[in-house]
């Protein structure tokens, strides 16, 4: 997938990557690398991290902001509109990103020095 030697900078509190297959931990390794096909709309490239990528400090993840906050990401705002747009919207969307379907990315990852 990526050459040796490419850093990601991750979250300190975030969980290590887990296994392929073995279920998604919120470690954002993955949307750090190189956005899903959501992402790359969103953040219209093909490498580096996703601009929906968010880190959230008080569950000590990363979560896709258009599935978890598809209003704010997509611009659709907090009104009654933006509301049921996203009410809509993201159980299609966790489904386009594959939630709950184990981890898929195949990257190697080294802590590096000083962990």
Same mark, same amino acid.
């Given at each position: ?34 956005? #899903? ?5 969103? *953040? %219209? %490239?093909?490498?580096?991290? #996703?601009?929906?990528? %968010? ?30 747009? *996203? ?15 184990? #981890? ?12």
């Amino acid at each position: 997938m990526n050459g040796p030697g490419r850093v990601v900078w991750i979250e300190p509190d975030a969980p290590a990557k887990p296994a392929w297959g073995a279920p998604c931990n919120g470690c954002g390794v993955c949307c750090l690398i190189e956005p #899903c096909p959501i992402g790359l709309l969103l *953040s %219209r %490239r093909r490498r580096g991290p #996703c601009v929906a990528l %968010r880190w959230v400090g008080a569950e000590r993840r990363y979560r896709c902001g258009a599935v978890a906050a598809p209003g704010e990401v997509l611009g659709w705002g907090q009104g009654p509109w933006g509301r049921g747009l *996203s009410a809509l919207a993201r159980p299609v969307l966790a489904r386009w990103i594959a939630a709950g379907r184990g #981890c898929d990315c195949d990257a190697q990852v080294d802590p590096g020095p000083g962990s």
